[in-house]
């Protein structure tokens, strides 16, 4: 695989953590081969190198080219020429603006229907992100990754390929607005000041500028790209809209967006594993996030990362009626639809009778609406299910 020398970072063993995923490949000192980009570590790894006495290793970001070769993987990739399309319509969207020239959008939606494509037919059941370079890296980065990412989830969601494409756009452009924001507050490492994060909070209304007169970006990509930090409780911005107001496409993007975020490398703080940014997405499926785009994603990136589901037996969960159950049985590693137990009706009082209900056969169409992480809930739930067993 080759790699970008000129990029090459020290860091210490103490910096990993299990799980984590770093976007370039770790190497010894002498420049041995030791551990895949885009894979998380394992605990086993770190341990192994202090017996060894292995105290720093080389970390290579790469730039221009993918962070995992095939050969490291085994399931099918989505393919290096589709990804780097991405990546180049996106540089030209870049040059546009920065030229102050019209968007040119045509290139971006065809490799995102590329994408899609390979998704669509299974050749993408992997998706193998970036680390690239530009005006500010990270942005960058985070504007192919978001696509690729927002792309796979319209299409598990059976979006139609109009759709799948406008979102795939939409990731791509919303942070476009970053690019009036001067490099010194976007790579800053210090903790930002209130005018700085005010100038940042500002990104979706300048993105939305920049395109909305385009005739080439669609309604879809444009409410992406004003919208994408709205919340579902009403607390984000810009315009603080709050649960049906924000489309679901708008939804996928803002999970993406907020993911690809947490795992990725910052100038201030390392990337979070992916199993924690998994959690924390679940964490705030109601509030930041929409319920069920928050577990269709959590569920397709454990999949993707070759990771336990966040949804397993015993888990305690919602369902889409309001009434709270527990996990009794999955149908498969990564099952959406288990059995389960119904403990509390949708007011969130005791069932009379505990019934279990298997969801593929549900007569009412139950679905699992999110993952119960409120402690006191899942004490009583399960102490509600103990009682039942004696």
């Known amino acids: 695989m080759g790699s970008n020398f000129d990029n090459q970072q020290i860091i210490t063993v103490d910096y990993l953590k299990d799980g984590m995923v770093l976007s370039g490949p770790l190497y010894d000192m002498k420049g041995s081969f030791l551990w895949p980009a885009r894979v998380p570590i394992k605990q086993e790894f770190i341990d192994k190198l202090k017996s060894l006495g292995i105290n720093e290793l080389t970390y290579r970001p790469i730039s221009m080219e993918l962070s995992v070769s095939k050969s490291e993987v085994n399931d099918p990739m989505l393919s290096e020429e589709t990804q780097k399309k991405v990546y180049d319509s996106f ?9 102050s020239a019209n968007p040119r959008l045509e290139k971006a939606k065809e490799s995102i229907e590329d994408v899609a494509k390979e998704i669509r037919i299974g050749i993408g059941k992997t998706i193998n992100l970036l680390d690239l370079k530009g005006h ?3 942005s960058y980065v985070h504007a192919v990754n978001c696509s690729l990412l927002s792309t796979l989830i319209a299409t598990k969601f059976g979006l139609s390929s109009d759709k799948v494409c406008s979102v795939g756009v939409g990731s791509l452009l919303m942070d476009i607005g970053k690019i009036k924001i001067p490099s010194s507050i976007l790579n800053k490492k210090e903790p930002l000041s209130s005018v700085e994060i005010e100038s940042i909070r500002k990104h ?45 496409y708008t939804k996928i993007a803002s999970i993406c967006d907020s993911f690809d975020a947490m795992t990725t490398e910052k100038p201030y703080r390392p990337p979070l594993p992916v199993r924690v940014a998994i959690e924390e997405i679940l964490k705030n499926a109601g509030t930041k996030f929409a319920p069920d ?28 009626t309001g009434e709270i159950a527990i996990v009794l049985k999955l149908h498969s590693d990564y099952d959406m639809i288990p ?15 505990m019934v279990p209900v ?3 056969k549900d007569s009412i169409g139950r679905k699992v609406s999110r993952i119960i992480f409120d ?5 009583k739930v399960k102490s509600l299910v103990s009682g039942k067993v004696k």
């Open 91 to 99: 540089t030209n969207i870049i040059w546009d603006i920065t030229n």
């Open 136 to 138: 500010d890296s990270y």
């Open 204 to 248: 979706p209304v300048i993105g939305y500028q920049l395109i909305k007169d385009n005739p080439e970006a669609d309604d879809i990509a444009k409410r992406i790209v004003l919208m994408h930090h709205e919340q579902v409780d009403g607390k984000g911005y810009p315009l603080g809209l709050s649960g049906d107001k924000i489309d679901i």
């Open 293 to 320: 785009v928050a577990l269709r994603f959590a569920i397709e990136m454990a999949k993707m990362y070759k990771i336990q589901s966040p949804l397993s037996e015993n888990s305690v969960v919602e369902l889409s």
């Open 339 to 353: 059995e389960v137990l119904l403990v509390l009706d949708s007011s969130g009082s005791p069932m009379r009778n």
């Open 358 to 360: 298997d969801l593929i």
């Open 375 to 379: 402690i006191s809930l899942i004490l």
